[in-house]
């Protein structure tokens, strides 16, 4: 056997408007979803060891595979059809039954009993109905085949009436239009690896001229498990001599002979498997003999010519395993399909825990697009395809590290909307309390100054809350971004707001009652260690406060005096631990105090002059 060609280790299968492709370390299912986008759910493989070792072992291995086939096979199935999910202004009642007292979805009802279905038609088309028309009718129309050669021609008939049916049965589904889109998918899968395997260009426009037919397809692989049934199983049932004077029992020689064949078939499978494999490997006159009657069933019956929108998608679900296999930190991805609130939440929590994400952070996903409060997450409900789908935009988002507010754009502070960029940090909620202290401290006709207003936050929060003191506020920030992200937030927020850009107090005029600041104050050889979503996407400059944090402190010493009246005071957050050395730069002060966070930590220092 000469001609060996390249072979890739991916295989797949067509499912509901997509394809499913499998490669070492992981699966992904591509599907076109109701509005025309390609939704692609990706899994990382983790097989037991068990299961990991018997899959090396040759003839075992083809059982361990068909099994785990059949398995995987039904789910992906299944989650394909959940991409259109149930109609989203009917079947409320029962959906929302199901989810508060089962924790199930009408789709995991359907899936259970499609299953069971799919079982029990199994067994009766190819197991049952197969013996019934040899025993009940071929039999008795031709006695004379129990008696030639010790009645092995019956087993041999039997064999041959099971191939029938298979044959029958493939033809029959064609009649339904799900059946023949399913088939051009699988045209589409088999046309993208077929590319692959010959160096051609991954696009759709190139996919096309592949060929439709592959060696490794899963109808080679059925053709070749009857015909072994046919060649083996028929002259192993003979010689193990179940018949009428074994067993004079109709019924239990039926269910003897029955439970052979079902003890048989991993063994059928495993030689199956090693015969496509071989097989699979070379390419010329001698092989394709064997292969002719699979790639014929192939042409004529599950595969058809795809659409390029199919290909498309067949390309998607390919390249997704080719990136996963090559990248093991590639995360996970999910359909966007309705469910049973409780199980996606725990799902999306799952998934946040893997990539070291806060897992407080899937509720706030769910409790913002839900629109619920995140303490009213335990009452189950289902959410909707559609719900699901602005979710898992957002949990993607999320994985690549990018701050859950940055993603979503605004955040609540001090009970206002302050949109949340790149261009400044992100306000925490402990900051809720140094505007707090802020407010309390304005009195009538004040002039407040926020230094280093980053989102505008504090001053907003001062400028709304004393309205009607008539205070006049100024928020400075030596970012220029920073300050137009203030503007917007002043302006969303229906405050005036006198900005000014500048480094610390370079560009100040004047004095002021209040001045409140909450500067950057992270030691600069702590910034490479801290969070990966405040080091890689909030900005440096809000972040760095020198060697040892209180580079900023000391200015606001040495500087802030004049810019204050008398009487009037400073107002200022701290890192953990910092207080007291922050304290001890302000030796000239009439009054000083330490205000602690909702945690108990010394927080904020406040200094009157």
């Known amino acids: 056997m000469k001609n060996k060609k390249k072979c890739t280790y991916i295989g797949g299968q067509a499912v509901m408007e997509g394809v499913m492709m499998q490669g070492k370390t992981c699966m992904a299912c ?68 199901l989810a508060e007292k089962f924790k199930l979805s009408v789709m995991d009802v359907v899936t259970f009993f499609s299953l069971i279905l799919g079982v029990v038609l199994a067994v009766g088309l190819f197991l049952v109905l197969p013996r019934v028309i040899t025993d009940l009718w071929l039999i008795p129309a031709f006695p004379v085949l129990e008696t030639v050669h010790g009645g092995v021609w019956k087993y041999v008939i039997w064999g041959g ?44 426009a190139s996919v ?43 019924v239990l020689r039926f269910l003897a002979q029955l439970g052979a064949e079902i003890v048989l078939l991993p063994v059928l499978a495993g030689i199956s498997y090693e015969i496509l494999k071989l097989l699979a490997r070379f390419d010329n ?37 080719l990136e ?8 996970e991805t999910s359909f ?22 806060d897992e407080s952070d899937a509720e706030w996903i769910y409790s913002i697009v839900l629109g619920v409060k995140r303490s009213e997450l335990s009452r189950d409900r289902m959410v909707k395809p559609s719900e699901n789908k602005r979710i898992e935009e957002i949990v993607q988002k999320r994985l690549t590290g990018r701050p859950l507010w940055y993603i979503i754009g605004d955040t609540e502070f001090y009970g206002l909307k302050i949109k949340v960029d790149e261009r400044a940090l992100i306000p925490r909620p402990e900051t809720e309390l140094l505007a707090e202290a802020a407010v309390k401290s304005v009195e009538k006709g004040d002039k407040v100054l926020d230094m280093c207003t980053g989102s505008g936050c504090i001053a907003i929060a001062i400028a709304k809350m004393c309205a009607d003191k008539g205070v006049t506020v100024t928020a400075s920030d030596v970012s220029d971004a920073a300050i137009m992200l203030a503007k917007e937030n002043a302006e969303a927020n229906k405050v005036k707001i006198n900005f000014v850009v500048g480094d610390m107090f370079n560009n100040i005029r004047g004095k002021f009652n209040v001045i409140v600041c909450n500067p950057p104050y992270i030691k600069s050889g702590e910034i490479p260690f801290i969070q990966r979503e405040v080091r890689e996407f909030e900005p440096k400059v809000a972040l760095d406060g020198g060697e040892d944090g209180l580079e900023f402190y000391r200015r606001l010493a040495d500087e802030a005096r004049p810019h204050i009246v008398r009487g009037g005071m400073l107002i200022m957050e701290c890192g953990e631990g910092q207080t007291e050395a922050v304290l001890g730069l302000f030796k000239k002060r009439d009054y000083a105090m330490v205000i ?14």
């Open 161 to 204: 009436v099971k191939f029938l049916i298979f044959i029958i049965y493939l033809s029959l589904i064609l009649i339904l239009k799900d059946i023949r889109r399913l088939y051009k998918y699988h045209g589409a899968e088999h046309k993208t690896i077929n590319a692959y395997e010959h160096g051609m260009e991954l696009t759709p």
């Open 30 to 97: 591509a599907v076109r979803d109701p509005d025309g986008n390609i939704q692609i759910e990706a899994k990382r493989l983790n097989p037991s060891p068990a299961v990991k070792k018997a899959s090396k072992i040759p003839f075992v291995r083809g059982t361990v595979n068909l099994v785990g086939s059949l398995v995987r096979g039904s789910k992906v199935l299944m989650r394909s059809a959940a991409v259109y999910g149930e109609d989203e202004e009917e079947g409320g009642r029962v959906s929302g039954w």
């Open 324 to 331: 996963m296999d090559a990248d093991p930190t590639a995360p």
């Open 208 to 250: 096309k001229n592949a060929s439709r037919i592959h060696d490794r397809c899963g109808t080679s692989f059925l053709f070749i498990v009857v015909l072994i049934n046919v060649l083996i199983l028929s002259v192993v049932l003979w010689a193990i001599g179940i018949n009428e004077t074994s067993i004079p029992n109709a």
């Open 596 to 609: 602690k966070d909702l945690s108990g930590v010394d927080r904020f220092v406040k200094i009157v002059f």
């Open 336 to 357: 966007s399909v309705g469910g049973v609130l409780s199980k996606l939440l725990k799902d999306t929590k799952s998934r946040f825990k893997k990539a070291g994400i």
């Open 285 to 321: 006159w001698f092989v394709t003999i064997f292969k002719a009657p699979g790639m014929l069933l192939q042409k004529t019956l599950t595969t058809r010519e795809p659409d390029e929108d199919m290909i498309e998608v067949a390309i998607a679900a390919f390249k997704k395993v």
